[in-house]
């Protein structure tokens, strides 16, 4: 899409266009080229003595366990508040469609949670389930469950993924309401005709009309499990117990701050651009993909 | 008030060209339509007078100033778009102001002039609307009316009508006609529709494919087209072709069998030829009379005329009889025409032979 | 719908209160905790209702702060508020620019400039993290709202959001005001502006809540408690070892205070919030 030629100057765009641009370059190229270059270097925590290492950092990486075993918890860690919030947020907004009366003070009262910030809301659980003085704890051991997230590292985990898909539940829910309400009123008429029931017609209508929905929803949920939650395993768990819940990005901000290991850390950080990079071509493979319907 | 002259006008995109040499001069206070079909480059011939679209090559003098360097704020002009292109966010009075406002006028004036204005176009009640508030002929006024508190020396309008429905666009068409009758400024106006440039054009401009055809009055231009491409644009049905070939002074025998008699004297024995006939000048004759005798394919009764379509071997032909005669489809029926009415064009380039 | 079950009705109202309930336990739970006294809070289990305590405790946190911080909150929300209002209006207003002349004007290197920007939503802050914060320390820019702010501002998807706007706008408007003879600022200001309102409404709702609830960078820009915002506040109140360090109905508290004013944001710009999420996200 273009428009036409409308207003000339060889000047005014530049200055239009130069705050962005400064910033952009300052704060995102530049330390990416920091990034990839730090990368390649090997230094030691003091800053005495730097060396090109080339891709050794990547090497390390790939043979250090810990950094394997980041992998795996960020990834059981994002398919649970993918799989978690997505299910919970599809139910309340089928309902949420099938309601008609107070529909709009429901909507009201499911979405607010998106306003909470991820440190806030890993501080409100936190606070219920602290095997101490948490009300959740308390009726869990009443039941006769064990609970400890600070000794547990599935109980850590179960900690997190509840933080981050309650946080995330309110957006899942307005997109797929959203995607509900764009389905023709006509085709569930049509295949109510047809003698399908509500449940039948919700399995073979709706849900695959919302695949395009829900597809989108995994991926931006992914992501944000990916990096929205920092704030979340910081205040939750600190990565803990030991490594159980140290997701990617806690892991690059951990070696590089705490650990300074710089060359590590960049190494880190590359990769994690790289896949976001890949997600984020999936995703606009999928807005092309929509643009055709 | 101004005239507007364009000499040996072009304008290419690249290599394309789009608008290949027009050459025409409006007269001071003249209503001139451009018309053609949609593509032959009228819309931008208008839009190189404005300023939107820079001119490739030749003058476009508005008054005695060439204009082709000039902004489109300093060529004195208003326009009037065919989406009406109000500012959605501001309200009518604010709309017609806006541009006597970046003029630096002063706010009695402008108050005063947009009043004015409100009051020809009969806008009064409507000046605190937004447009959205407003019907398609509405917004349609105040798109006029912002071209009004102008006084510009020459209005421009792009398709004005063809957002409209079609009662309204006669109503319309109607205003505009006793606006520029009012105001007596020097108008350019570009449309699709013959009909439009039929009724309101002091004299037309009959544009296709980047050339201007013809150009002269309404009655000019329907009884003495240019070329075939001016003859079957303007009129309603579009004039019939016939193909054939010269057959000595006065007559071009028809391919599919007949001989028309014309008056444009001599054409070469053998030459291709297309003969021209509107369907208001053939009428029915009997046999020995005809000019060419054809089947009657279908009938279409418009109350006050019939229409009545001929398949004559390859060609076909319209005759439009004032009053309903029973026809049956698939009959013969025998057509003649005044030899005045006959025009001949060349085969090949389309221009008139005379 | 269809059916006209009374039953399915009553199932519908249920699971949807039921959720309703499990999303705003956490808050009730946190508001209870923040009227409490810190004996009543560690008394396992707490109350669930309200004590008597909400004006001293919220007293307390605003003006003396808790735990390890000595930061007042109403310093560390003036901090937020400053943050996240310097960030939505910054990130609005650069990207109306930006997309304005990308949009409106032919320029060499345009397409170069709108790859540049667009290359930068694949690089959330926190896969940067080491390599910014040298940058933003090398310009002196730690503990300053600077610092703070400056750094989030390019924002590719409010540049997207307003030049998917901006195509909309019909061309023959900008053609009109050529003849009405307005220039392109003019243009601009009086027509762009203006009819951008309820994007720049949404973004700025969307853009508030995400410059409020920053979390890794304010960590690492700031040291000083004066430039703390509520975000890291609350996480530095909490003890690091024992419970009974940690003031919970102080943190309780400032957890409240934390979540108001972008929870009212997005209440009361629903339509905003609502058209913001869909919009940015296309």
Redesign the interface.
């Known amino acids: 899409m273009e428009k036409r030629v409308v207003f000339r100057s060889w000047w005014l765009p530049y200055v239009l266009v130069a705050p962005q641009l400064a910033i952009t370059i300052v704060f995102f190229f530049w330390p990416a080229g920091q990034a990839v270059w730090q990368s390649l270097l090997a230094q030691d925590p003091f800053g005495i003595s730097v060396e090109f290492v080339g891709l050794e950092n990547f090497a390390n990486l790939v043979a250090d366990e810990h950094y394997l075993a980041s992998f795996q918890v960020t990834a059981v860690f994002s398919l649970l508040v993918a799989g978690v919030g997505m299910s919970v947020s599809l139910l309340l907004a089928v309902f949420a469609d099938r309601a008609i009366r107070g529909a709009g003070l429901y909507k009201t009262l499911i979405i607010w949670p998106y306003a909470v910030a991820p440190v806030v809301a890993a501080i409100l659980w936190l606070f219920l389930f602290n095997p101490t003085l948490g009300v959740v704890a308390h009726w869990m051991r009443a039941l006769g469950m064990t609970w400890d997230p600070l000794l547990d590292s599935g109980d850590a985990l179960a900690l997190i993924v509840i933080a981050a898909t309650w946080k995330q539940v309110s957006y899942n829910f307005l997109f797929f309401l959203a995607g509900l309400q764009s389905i023709p009123k006509s085709l569930i008429e049509a295949a109510a005709i047809d003698g399908a029931g509500p449940g039948r017609r919700f399995w073979t209508i709706v849900f695959p009309l919302l695949s395009p929905t829900t597809f989108f929803l995994l991926v931006v949920n992914i992501i944000h499990a990916f990096f929205d939650t920092f704030a979340i395993v910081d205040a939750a768990t600190g990565g803990g117990p030991g490594q159980a819940t140290e997701i990617l990005v806690y892991k690059v901000y951990k070696d590089g701050f705490k650990a300074l290991d710089l060359g590590g850390s960049a190494a880190q950080s590359v990769i994690l651009m790289a896949i976001v990079i890949a997600l984020t071509v999936v995703q606009f493979r999928y807005i092309e993909r929509k643009v055709q319907y | 008030m101004a005239k507007v002259e364009f000499r040996n006008v072009r304008k290419s995109y690249g290599a394309l060209q789009v608008i290949h040499g027009v050459d025409a001069s409006v007269a001071d206070g003249e209503f001139i339509v451009i018309v053609g079909p949609s593509g032959c480059g009228k819309s931008t011939l208008l839009r190189m007078v404005a300023g939107l679209e820079a001119i490739t090559e030749g003058e476009i003098a508005i008054g005695d100033r060439v204009v082709n360097a000039l902004e489109p704020k300093d060529r004195d002009i208003a326009m009037v778009f065919q989406n009406y292109a109000l500012y959605p966010h501001m309200s009518v009075y604010d709309n017609m102001a806006y541009g006597l406002k970046i003029r630096g006028m002063s706010k009695t004036d402008i108050d005063e002039r947009v009043k004015r204005a409100a009051g020809i176009l009969e806008l009064g009640p409507l000046l605190d609307r937004r447009p959205r508030q407003l019907s398609g002929g509405q917004r349609q006024r105040v798109a006029m009316g912002r071209a009004i508190v102008r006084e510009p020396k020459v209005f421009l309008f792009d398709e004005p009508l063809s957002n409209l429905d079609a009662k309204l666009r006669v109503q319309m068409r109607f205003e505009i006609q006793k606006l520029h009758r009012q105001l007596g400024t020097t108008a350019l106006y570009v449309t699709h529709d013959q009909v439009e440039a039929m009724t309101l054009a002091h004299r037309m401009i009959v544009m296709n494919a980047g050339r201007a055809e013809q150009v002269g009055t309404p009655m000019e231009v329907y009884d003495d087209p240019a070329t075939r491409f001016v003859a079957g644009f303007i009129g309603s049905p579009s004039m019939n072709f016939l193909s054939g070939k010269g057959a000595g002074t006065g007559r071009v025998a028809l391919a599919h069998g007949g001989i028309v008699r014309h008056a444009n004297g001599q054409v070469d024995t053998g030459r291709d030829v297309v003969v021209g006939i509107r369907p208001e000048h053939l009428v029915e004759c009997g046999a020995p009379d005809a000019m060419f005798s054809a089947v009657v394919e279908l009938v279409e009764q418009l109350g006050a005329d019939t229409l009545v379509h001929l398949r004559h071997g390859e060609d076909a032909a319209v005759v439009r009889q004032p009053h309903s005669r029973q026809r049956e489809a698939g009959t013969t029926m025998h057509v003649t025409a005044d030899p005045a009415r006959v025009y001949l064009f060349d085969a090949g380039s389309g221009a008139r032979i005379r | 719908?269809?059916?006209n079950r009374p039953g399915?009705?009553l199932?519908?109202?249920a699971?949807?209160w039921g959720?309703?309930a499990v999303?705003?336990?956490?808050?009730w739970?946190?508001f209870v905790?923040s009227t409490l006294t810190a004996e009543q809070?560690?008394?396992?289990?707490?109350p669930?209702l309200p004590g008597g305590r909400f004006f001293e405790n919220y007293v307390e946190v605003l003006l003396h702060g808790a735990g390890n911080s000595e930061a007042p909150a109403w310093r560390m929300m003036v901090n937020s508020f400053v943050t996240a209002m310097v960030i939505a209006i910054g990130k609005i207003?650069?990207?109306l620019?930006?997309a304005?002349?990308?949009?409106?004007?032919?320029?060499p290197f345009?397409m170069f400039?709108f790859w540049?920007?667009f290359?930068?939503?694949?690089?959330?802050v926190?896969?940067?993290?080491?390599?910014?914060y040298?940058?933003?320390s090398d310009?002196a820019l730690l503990d300053s709202y600077t610092g703070l702010t400056?750094?989030l501002?390019?924002s590719a998807t409010a540049?997207f959001l307003f030049r998917q706007f901006?195509?909309t706008i019909?061309?023959?408007?900008?053609?009109?005001?050529?003849?009405?003879?307005?220039?392109?600022?003019?243009?601009f200001w009086?027509?762009v502006v203006?009819?951008s309102?309820t994007s720049v409404a949404a973004l700025f709702v969307i853009q508030f809540?995400y410059g409020?609830?920053q979390?890794?960078w304010p960590?690492?820009v700031t040291t000083q408690e004066s430039y703390y915002t509520?975000?890291i506040g609350?996480?530095r109140m909490?003890a690091g070892g024992g419970?009974a360090a940690t003031e919970?109905h102080l943190?309780?508290a400032t957890?409240m205070l934390?979540?108001v004013p972008?929870?009212l944001?997005?209440?009361l710009m629903?339509k905003w919030?609502?058209k913001g999420?869909?919009d940015t996200?296309?």
């Open positions: 719908m269809i059916e399915l009705t199932v519908t109202h699971v949807l959720g309703v999303l705003a336990f956490p808050v739970v946190t905790a809070v560690l008394a396992a289990p707490m669930l207003a650069i990207s620019l930006s304005f002349a990308i949009v409106y004007f032919k320029f345009r400039f540049m920007i290359v930068t939503l694949m690089l959330p926190e896969v940067r993290i080491l390599p910014t040298k940058v933003v310009l400056l750094p501002i390019a540049t901006f195509l019909p061309d023959e408007l900008a053609e009109a005001a050529r003849v009405d003879g307005a220039g392109p600022m003019r243009f009086d027509v203006p009819m309102r809540i409020w609830n979390y890794l960590l690492l509520v975000a609350i996480k909490i419970d919970w943190v309780m957890a934390a979540m972008p929870a944001v997005v209440i629903q919030f609502v999420l869909v996200e296309k």
